[in-house]
């Protein structure tokens, strides 16, 4: 507990939480909501285009959707870890707050799959066993990204975590 409360008090974790700067706070969690939506909105949209039952959309297309999604994590990841310092006490003892980092460390690495196997199929000139491949890691995807925004969401309420 002794780390946590030293995290928080620090000068960058106490500006996040005490000023009223509106580039403190507010900005932050507004980056990281708009790093959720393209994150997790383009992931999703690539699942639901990788799902349809037609087959006639070439999966190599959403080739350059990819770097937006890296894009977007990389302002989640910076944005959250500034809000996380900022209430370290709160959150870190949430068990809730775990799971969320869990799922969104699944989403990554299966982002990072379905990244790397939409890469080979642009390569190669036919994509016959790319979708059989890539909808079972749509689906997951698409379960812990719903996963990770709703343990996200519980952590603004510890009081149902911790009595």
Do not use: Q
Request: hydrophobic fraction near 60%.
């Amino acid at each position: 507990m002794e780390l946590l409360i030293w995290l928080e008090g620090g000068t960058v974790a106490t500006w996040v939480r005490e000023s009223l700067s509106l580039w403190a706070f507010p900005t932050l969690i507004a980056l990281h909501a708009l790093g959720m939506a393209g994150s997790v909105g383009l992931s999703m949209a690539i699942c639901l285009l990788i799902l349809r039952s037609v087959d006639t959309f070439p999966i190599s297309r959403v080739e350059s959707f990819f770097n937006f999604i890296w894009l977007a994590l990389g302002v989640n990841f910076v944005s959250g870890g500034l809000l996380l310092v900022a209430n370290a006490t709160e959150l870190l003892i949430l068990p809730v707050f775990y799971i969320k980092l869990f799922f969104v460390l699944c989403s990554a690495w299966i982002l990072l799959r379905l990244n790397n196997i939409v890469l080979l199929s642009a390569t190669v000139a036919e994509e016959s066993g790319c979708r059989s491949r890539l909808r079972p890691l749509a689906l997951t995807l698409l379960g812990c990204w719903i996963a990770s925004v709703a343990a996200g969401r519980l952590t603004a309420y510890p009081s149902l975590f911790l009595g």
